[in-house]
């Protein structure tokens, strides 16, 4: 990451080295948001299948007949 020093700079060196680290913070916010919006894809199949699977239990022939 790119950090800035107390340097001699001219107003236009500081406000571009200012966007480019906005432009990394950007990035770097955009690349964490994919991550956790695909880790919530990933456990929101998980749960799915979980419930799913105890429908299904729940559900199974053999234990309607056991209720009569």
Do not use: C, P
């Not at 020093?5 to 001219?10: E, F, G, I, R, T």
């Not at 060196?13 to 990394?24: A, L, N």
């Not at 299948?49 to 729940?58: P, S, T």
């Amino acid at each position: 990451m790119l950090k800035r020093k107390d340097q001699n700079l001219s107003q236009i060196q500081t406000e571009v080295f200012d966007i480019i680290v906005g432009i990394d913070e950007e990035k770097k916010q955009a690349k964490l948001k994919k991550a956790s919006m695909k880790s919530l894809t990933y456990r929101r199949a998980i749960e799915e299948r979980k419930q799913q699977k105890e429908l299904e239990h729940q559900i199974n022939d053999e234990l309607w007949f056991d209720d009569i």
